[in-house]
């Protein structure tokens, strides 16, 4: 399979920390402050209306994201450009992921070097964007391990190999298991997520908390309806920070990482289903990942992207 965005494979990538960087923590903090943390379905949707007319307008959202821009841009590296009226236009904040193999580079430009090769299904969130160059519209993005290098990054990408998904992580750390691994019980039917006991869990998708308590093997586990048959599942939790019946928005902290039920170290088994089923997505094992990112797959019969990232 060729590579995007100019054909050239990997050098030597430009590793991060482990699993638990403050920068995280930050960032969640800020959304938490900012987040109302209970809102109606029909309030949901307005204000993600609300979100995206922010994006169009040439106000304070809109300004930051470009102001942030400004030396890159002295440099002669970038020119901002207007964000895009489409219902799927990508912003800062939102999860994409990659519909082939793209090379990450250290600026937005096909002449800058490259931090890593993402593989086709590596889930990603943007920092800031857009700029355009050499053809390209370039976003700011922070990576996901993949299969020809686990480690996570930050750099730039050319838009048109990215698609949005329909769920994001609630989380971040390492892949400690991942779907379809031997169980004693059969097979595992999710994938876990390695870090800190305490690290928060989001919600993956918005929805209505349908249980918040303890199971069998789960221990703590809360399972979020997003309709149409799909629900995730979010086990061993140490701490509840929802309940039963609650409505939830995308990236709404409803738990913190633990260790309940059978387990053998602090983690995240996250689960996506329909209709009862469990599912699979491009999962790599030992992959470190960031907050917010994509969970690489479009499913079907359930529509419209998620925005973890919204201001609130």
């Keep these: 399979m060729s590579t995007h965005d100019d054909g050239h494979g990997c050098q030597t990538p430009e590793h991060t920390g482990s ?35 922010r ?24 020119a ?46 943007i920092e800031s964007g857009p700029y355009s160059n050499d053809g390209h519209t370039w976003w700011e993005v922070r990576v996901n391990g993949c299969g020809n290098d686990t480690s996570r990054v930050e750099g730039y990408v050319a838009e048109d190999w990215t698609a949005h ?42 929805g209505t908390v349908t249980y918040a308590g303890w199971a069998s093997g789960y221990g703590n586990v809360v399972y979020i309806d997003h309709g149409n048959g799909y629900e995730s599942r979010y086990a061993h939790l140490s701490e509840f920070r929802t309940s039963q019946g609650a409505w939830v928005s995308a990236g709404e902290r409803i738990g913190d990482m633990g260790c309940t039920g059978t387990c053998t170290g602090d983690h995240l088994h996250f689960e996506i289903r329909r209709d009862g089923s469990d599912l699979n997505w491009p999962q790599v094992r030992h992959a470190n990942q960031w907050l917010n990112t994509a969970i690489p797959r479009n499913f079907p019969g359930i529509s419209g992207a998620v925005y973890p990232g919204y201001p609130y």
Aim: one cysteine or more; proline letters at 4%.
């Design 19 to 53: 699993c638990g960087q403050p920068d995280d923590m930050e960032a969640v903090q800020r959304r938490i402050d900012r987040r109302k943390l209970e809102l109606t379905a029909e309030e949901f949707a307005a204000k993600a209306r609300e979100h995206r007319e």
């Design 55 to 78: 994006l169009e307008d040439d106000g304070v959202s809109r300004r930051s994201v470009l102001g942030g821009a400004a030396g890159l841009a002295a440099a002669g590296f970038l």
């Design 80 to 125: 901002p450009v207007a964000f895009s009226e489409t219902a799927d236009a990508h912003g800062t904040h939102e999860p994409i992921y990659t519909t082939g193999n793209l090379n990450v580079r250290s600026q937005p430009t096909t002449g800058a070097g490259v931090v890593k090769t993402a593989q086709e299904g590596t889930g990603m969130i």
């Design 165 to 206: 998904p329909n769920f994001s992580y609630g989380t971040w750390g390492s892949v400690s298991s991942i779907w379809g691994d031997d169980r004693s019980h059969g097979y595992h039917r999710g994938i876990d997520i390695a870090n800190d006991r305490g690290t928060p869990i989001f919600a993956a998708r918005q």
